[in-house]
């Protein structure tokens, strides 16, 4: 079974307050990633929106958790 494809209807900016929800990110690491580059960001005025499409493809590329139990 392949992996669902989180690109095909998703938005493809969205507001900081917005990632924040969709991704369970902290407001911190979020930032840390948007200076290192990971994350890549527009500025709207004052407004910055964050590229969902890229930063949901990193967020698949992470490795799965392994999870231990007792």
């Not at 969709?22 to 948007?34: A, Q």
Request: hydrophobic share 35%.
């Amino acid at each position: 079974m392949s992996a669902p494809d989180h690109n095909q209807d998703a938005p493809h900016y969205v507001s900081v307050e917005t990632w924040l929800s969709r991704t369970g990110m902290s407001r911190t690491d979020t930032y840390r990633k948007l200076g290192e580059g990971v994350l890549k960001a527009k500025k709207i005025g004052r407004k910055t929106v964050i590229d969902f499409r890229v930063g949901m493809a990193w967020i698949e590329s992470l490795p799965d958790a392994e999870i231990i139990t007792k």
